[in-house]
């Protein structure tokens, strides 16, 4: 039966290394939740402790109200699926699935219903007697997501499942994993450092740096209202500008370096003179006649849209020179630009967050009601 996953002020050691310091996570019964963030932090030593195949230092990990930190992972009831299939290469399609169902000693008949269920729900009937080397990676990874989700797991746990796929197979291979979650609806844990992929099939993301959970959100509140400038960078691109607050008559503006400034209603507490970075997305401008002037320096024609790098006057500080970006939905475009020419760029005064200057914080109010 899928249960919730309460992850209490947990704390991971190798000998005297501390990876993971305190950290605390509800994942709801049915949700499919990711762990998302750069290599090395976190996330697999993190997932492996749910699983019961890392040690567990400091606070506690309950399956509902069950603390699971001294039960093994073979007693936990999980379903995993790694990047490398580990499927069995001398069993069928068929064999494989059924192997764990063997070893919990269920009924031939039974067995046979489940594994038929199972095999049409990850479509991979018609493979069903074909040994794995005659799969395609795609078809070897839907036996191994059969293949744990057939034992009916507490929760399932997958690590880097699509990382071995070509680009386009992972879309499709997202997609059929999600359907097959929402079917049987059991408890997701989802590892990935591709924030598209966490995007695209997560109920919740959490963002993890060096340890530690820097947000956690629906897909969209993470990418309209990261907490802090790292969610804002990793998750997606952000033009990063240093600011300043004005506060005059009772009225707040954000000051672009250049002088252009932006009246706003939704900062928390500021005070005159404080310095801010502000952050943009690069579909958030819009051409208009007033706003930050700057020279197209590159584009790349994706489509749907033109991404344009641009450069803009000197008096403009930036905060990352390399992600300073313009996307052009040719959808409503009334003309693409050239390399060279020069406009007048708004940003969107709903859409653009603005962060302390430690880049720690989100200054816009309420920033947490978008959970
Ligand atoms: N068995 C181990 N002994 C010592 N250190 C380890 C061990 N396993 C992992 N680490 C360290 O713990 C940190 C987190 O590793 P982890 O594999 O959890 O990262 P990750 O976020 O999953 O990265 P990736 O996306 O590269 O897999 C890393 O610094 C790693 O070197």
Known sequence: MSVAIHIDHVTKRYDQVTIIPDLSAHIKNGEFFTLLGPSGCGKTTLLRMIAGFNSIEGGKIKFDD??????????????????????????????NIEYGLKLRRFSKAEIKTKVDAILKAVKIEEYQDRLPERLSGGQQQRVALARAIVIHPNVLLMDEPLS?????????????????????????????????????ISDRIAVM???????????????????????STFIGHSNLFAGKIKVEDHKTFVLFQDGYQLEMDNLSAVTDGQEVIISVRPEEFSVQEDGIPCTIHNRV???????????FAPGMVMKNQSATEFSQDLGHAEKVFEIGETMILRP???????????QRMNLIRDVKQYE
């Open 66 to 95: 069950l603390v699971i930190n001294e039960i093994p992972a073979h007693k936990r009831n999980i379903g995993m699926v790694f990047q490398s299939y580990a499927i069995f290469p001398h069993l069928t399609v068929r064999e």
């Open 164 to 200: 071995n796929l070509d680009a386009k197979l992972r879309v499709e291979m997202r997609s059929a994993i999600r359907e097959v979650q929402n079917q049987v609806g059991i408890t997701t844990v989802y590892v990935t450092h591709d924030q598209e992929e966490a995007l695209a």
């Open 301 to 311: 024609f994706l489509g749907k849209y033109v991404n344009y790098t641009l450069a």
């Open 209 to 231: 740096q060096t340890g530690v959970i820097e947000q956690i959100g629906k897909p969209q509140s993470i990418y309209t209202r990261p907490y802090n400038v790292f969610v």
């Open 348 to 358: 969107n005064k709903a859409k653009i967050n603005i962060f302390t200057a430690d």
